[in-house]
């Protein structure tokens, strides 16, 4: 009996229960029942933030050992210490630190994506440009409030309002911050159709809200053929450090276009993208450890993440503005706002403030055209910051 | 949150990069725009020929008289051809033939017999 008594305290004692001394796990594991309900009943970016919170869940339960941050500490993976010590999610997180997993994303990214508007409207790729001014916004502020300057750029890079990218550059530049920077990147990503809006309409007045623009030319199959090619070459010789996420949403694209491969762009755009987007929803989920999460820098992150998406739109829509001035009214501003990336989000959003204006108005072709140029503005914007901060 | 960095350096490594990212996200992406406008007017010059050519078959059919007496055996006889010869060029569109008419008797298939002959080796 007494060995029972004996065995019995020694399981209690071994219990996540038993052990869960840290306040701070709690907390998050609190947060991660919010982030549940979020990405479940209000269907926030759901396909990333349901993984994301899980993995905020496993790796704050007590003991379970799921994940250790020591074995990425500085930065650099601990490989000595690895196969003896690493768990399920350890192995999984090698992919983010790695980037391995953001550059597949965009293979699926390239494989969903039609670049038809963006051939036929060039000019749209200034809005995209534009509307990365979010990310230079958010680090100068970043790095007033008191940042290092790498953890400043990985705050910035929020303003892309790419997940993907901003996981990629967070995991090279700052990868203690990876889970907040995430969870604020997606957040806000979901948040788009709230965000934007009210900028959007405090920058343009009603005419230039309801203008209805010139369809769209027809772009050839051999155009959309040689475009991915074109665009991997040129941005990959300007830009060294964006050529794997560029290279990655390009090698998709010719998939999709090329109509030769249609196996492999199925799989890039389905099985692949949703493992992929498991192993890292998990694994960036994974890193968000109480005593980094719960502190006044992630609520400083979160505040600049809203900034960087804020100036973004209205990088976009300013410049949205100066070409409907120079094409005397043929451009609507509001496909501006789409320049920030967060495709298709962002494009629906200009299709909707645009119709409320004016109900027979379709700007959403219009607006795909600066979203897709977004997603190449981040990709070399990262680019760009890796190769500062790198 | 201290970087340990004086107001001066935090502004110049700010100016700096503000500055040398946007440059390079504009430079990037006009030098894109370059790169599209002169590949559309590449391939629109060579398009020319192929939009008369597309021009020429566009141009309405003239209207086909309608047979009026139906000959159920013909017209499952053309389906079935036309099904097939669609079939082995991969096309899987669903039609409906609603008319046909009778062409100048044999020399259609004098014709494709001739066309196969010459081209076949």
Known sequence: MENFGETLSDFLQSTGFFNATDWQQWVMIGIACVLLYLAIVKKFEPLLLLPIAFGMLLTNLPIAEMYHTELFAGGHVDWANFQGTAGLLDYLYLGVKLGIYPPLIFLGVGAMTDFGPLIANPKSLLLGAAAQLGIFVALILALLVGFDPNVAASIGIIGGADGPTAIYVTSKLAPEFLGPI??????????????????MKLCTTKKERSIKMEQLRHVSKREKIIFPVAVTIFVSLLVPAAAPLVGMLMLGNLMRESGVVDRLSNTAQNELMNIV??????????????????????????????????FGTFGGVLLGKLMCKLTHGKVNPLIGSAGVSAVPMAAR?????????????????????PNVAGVIGSAVAAGVLLSLFG | MNSGLSLAEKLSIAGETTALGLVVVFACLILLIVVIMILSVILRDRKKPESKLEKAIEKPLPEMPTVQVQDDELLAVLTAAVAAAMESEGSSTPFVIRSYRRTGGSRAWNRAGRDSQITNW
């Open chain 1, 349 to 369: 959003v200009s299709q909707k403030v645009g119709q409320a204006e004016n109900p027979s108005n379709f700007l959403l072709m219009h607006a795909m055209g």
């Open chain 1, 182 to 199: 995430a969870v604020a990147a997606y957040t806000y990503m979901a948040l788009v159709p709230v965000i934007q809006p009210p900028i």
């Open chain 1, 277 to 310: 987007t498991i192993f890292l929803g998990v694994s960036v989920g994974a890193t968000t450890n109480g005593s980094v999460f719960l502190s006044g820098t992630t609520v400083g992150i979160i505040v600049l993440g809203v900034i960087a998406f804020g």
